[in-house]
């Protein structure tokens, strides 16, 4: 099967298994773990943040920054398509009695002109803005990889209004990589940043939440509430490791093919991309006149496995497993049947 749905189902390379396998563990809940401490230090000094910690998902690490940042009783803002405000179950009201409010971006990006009318000074009557979150890549709008300069802009103008910023980084290695920067430059402007083991990077599970020393100090309590303690986790952690330190670079490779994959689908019966661009791993098309499921469950039955998102768009997500002779099928595949014909 070609998987497209999402660079989540990758598998660990054979050098993760091999560190897996040896890896020297202890009690993370008491701190000893010391594979643990060598990938939160790798990863605080990547992020260019003070300290950093290792959670078991990403979503959890979201929920915890805006659990820390805010009050309960306080918004969020968000970008519309964001994964913290559509995929965690609601959970900044319901762990942390925080209101997300919505803001619709250009592709997913809110630069600060759009954020403007709620950085003024609000009523009594409303509810205090502590936060905002900005995605990148930004998943749902067609990974799209944020400008780094109207990024730091976004962010410079929401913490001059006093506001605590948070980078959802889940896929910030391909945004890093496709902007030709370090994931560093594009975390500066941040409190917080999380990022993502399990995608592009391809270990197992595990994504990080980084800022400053007393921030993760707190986050540490708050990962324990909300059931995040985790004891001999280093052989997780050894897979984390290896792919920041040997899959970041590969990901080049994974932007590369999904222009090609979106080069050869678009135009075909009316196919566009549904936000313009591939900026990274992400192909989101829009193919009016297939029902998009039923298109998803006709690729399947010829071995490929294609996404949908939210708002009726088809998905594809390269991956380390997607290479170019699956790419050449896949558009062979979904040409066929975006004009009516049946796959060889």
């Not at 083991?197 to 197992?204: D, E, F």
Request: net charge negative; hydrophobic share 45%; charged share 20%.
């Amino acid at each position: 099967m070609i998987d497209l749905r999402s660079d989540t189902v990758t598998q660990p390379t054979t050098a993760m298994r091999q560190a897996m396998a040896s890896a020297e563990v202890g009690d993370d809940v008491y701190q000893e773990d010391p594979t643990v401490r060598r990938l939160e230090e790798l990863a605080a000094d990547m992020l260019g943040k003070q300290a950093a910690l290792f959670f078991p998902t990403g979503t959890m690490a979201n929920q915890a920054a805006i659990h820390l940042h805010c009050r309960p009783g306080d918004e969020a803002v968000v970008e519309t398509l964001a994964h913290s405000h559509d995929w965690e179950n609601g959970g900044a009201a319901v762990l942390s009695g925080v209101q997300l409010r919505a803001v619709d971006g250009i592709a997913g990006v809110v630069d600060a002109s759009a954020l403007a009318p709620l950085l003024t000074p609000r009523s009594e009557l409303q509810s205090k803005i502590s936060l905002v979150i900005l995605e990148n890549t930004h998943n749902m709008a067609g990974g799209k990889v944020w400008p780094p300069t109207v990024l730091a802009d976004t962010a410079a103008a929401a913490r001059a209004a006093s506001m605590a910023v948070h980078l959802d980084g889940a896929r910030l290695p391909n945004a890093a990589i496709a902007a030709g920067c370090s994931m560093a430059e594009l975390a500066a402007p941040f409190d917080s940043v999380m990022v993502s083991l399990s995608k592009g990077l391809s270990a197992p599970a595990g994504s990080l939440l980084a800022g400053s020393g007393a921030f993760v100090r707190e986050g540490r309590r708050v990962r324990r509430l909300f059931g995040g303690g985790m004891r001999q986790v280093g052989v997780l952690a050894a897979a984390g490791i290896v792919g920041l330190e040997q899959q970041i670079d590969r990901l080049a490779e994974d932007h590369r093919r999904a222009k090609s994959l979106a080069e050869g689908i678009e135009g075909t019966a009316g196919a566009t991309l549904a936000y313009g661009h591939v900026d990274s791993n992400i192909v989101v098309l829009d193919v009016p006149g297939a029902g998009v499921a039923e298109l998803a469950a006709r690729a399947a039955e010829h071995g490929v496995l294609c996404g949908q998102t939210a708002t009726g768009y088809m998905r594809l997500v390269v991956h380390r497993h997607i290479d170019d002779a699956a790419v050449r099928k896949a558009i062979d595949c979904l040409r066929r049947l975006l004009v009516g014909g049946d796959p060889a």
